[in-house]
């Protein structure tokens, strides 16, 4: 029996012989095959595919979320009382950054102060319409004036005055004392009874008492001031 011989009995093939090479590669291949079979990899990447479909998913209705808020239908000047007809609702997408009011509080807007100068077309924020507030350091006085007593042009709110002193007649002596220095917080309008014009100033608190004694004597009148 040859050398060769003994090798084929005891099932041993040397590099090289027919058919080894093919053997090697079939048992490379199944171990590659068994890694990619491993389950812990399979669970990881169908945990992987779920949190890309949530995250798409999220991202898409981020995308398209739409929300109804308060737009302005008319231009309102501040200190003006807003009405029903001057607010309108619109449909908006994802704003960041943007403060609105939700279209639900639209009834809960109406009567109230304009606080800033809101023109047509305008997306109030949550602070834009409430009650007007008025510093810590000035008082907020009503003044009843004869027509010739404030000018007849517009006196928008946050119009810069001045309140002389003046004579109720033409005979009586003008009070002494200097301008004072105001600032209109609701506009100019005719009294019910005519002939007289009403309208909400405010000054120094160490002025306020002045300012309603000589409006109540009728010996006050509003003068605008000259812009810079």
């Given at each position: 029996?040859t050398?060769t011989?003994?090798?084929?009995?005891g099932g041993?093939?040397?590099?090289?012989?027919?058919?080894?090479?093919?053997?090697?590669?079939s048992?490379?291949?199944?171990v590659?095959?068994?890694?990619?079979?491993?389950?812990?990899?399979i669970?990881?990447?169908?945990?992987?595919?779920?949190?890309?479909?949530?995250?798409?998913?999220?991202l898409?209705?981020?995308?398209?979320?739409?929300?109804s808020?308060?737009?302005?239908?008319?231009?309102?000047?501040?200190?003006?009382?807003?009405?029903?007809?001057?607010?309108g609702?619109?449909?908006?997408?994802p704003?960041?950054?943007?403060?609105?009011?939700?279209?639900?509080?639209?009834?809960?807007?109406?009567?109230?102060?304009?606080?800033?100068?809101?023109?047509e077309?305008?997306?109030?924020?949550?602070?834009a319409?409430?009650?007007?507030?008025?510093?810590?350091?000035?008082?907020?006085l009503?003044?009843?004036l004869?027509?010739?007593?404030?000018?007849?042009?517009?006196?928008?709110?946050g119009?810069?005055v001045?309140?002389?002193?003046?004579?109720?007649?033409?005979?009586d002596?003008?009070?002494?004392?200097?301008?004072i220095?105001?600032?209109?917080?609701?506009?100019?309008?005719?009294?019910e009874?005519?002939?007289?014009?009403?309208?909400?100033?405010?000054?120094?608190?160490?002025?306020?008492?002045?300012?309603?004694?000589?409006a109540?004597r009728?010996?006050?009148?509003v003068?605008?001031?000259?812009?810079?």
């Amino acid at each position: 029996m040859t050398i060769t011989q003994r090798r084929l009995r005891g099932g041993v093939e040397q590099p090289g012989e027919p058919g080894s090479g093919e053997r090697f590669g079939s048992r490379a291949a199944d171990v590659r095959l068994r890694a990619r079979r491993s389950p812990r990899l399979i669970a990881v990447g169908i945990l992987l595919a779920c949190l890309g479909g949530l995250g798409g998913a999220a991202l898409l209705s981020s995308s398209t979320h739409t929300s109804s808020v308060v737009v302005m239908a008319r231009s309102v000047a501040r200190g003006d009382t807003v009405r029903a007809t001057d607010l309108g609702v619109v449909t908006i997408g994802p704003a960041p950054g943007v403060l609105t009011i939700p279209s639900a509080q639209l009834s809960q807007l109406v009567g109230r102060s304009a606080r800033v100068d809101l023109p047509e077309g305008s997306l109030p924020g949550p602070a834009a319409i409430g009650e007007l507030t008025v510093p810590a350091d000035y008082s907020q006085l009503g003044l009843k004036l004869e027509a010739g007593h404030v000018p007849v042009s517009d006196l928008p709110p946050g119009t810069a005055v001045r309140l002389v002193p003046v004579s109720a007649t033409a005979s009586d002596p003008a009070p002494d004392g200097n301008p004072i220095s105001a600032v209109v917080v609701t506009s100019p309008q005719s009294s019910e009874s005519g002939g007289s014009v009403v309208l909400d100033v405010a000054v120094r608190a160490d002025q306020a008492v002045t300012v309603a004694r000589l409006a109540a004597r009728g010996q006050l009148a509003v003068v605008r001031e000259g812009r810079q």
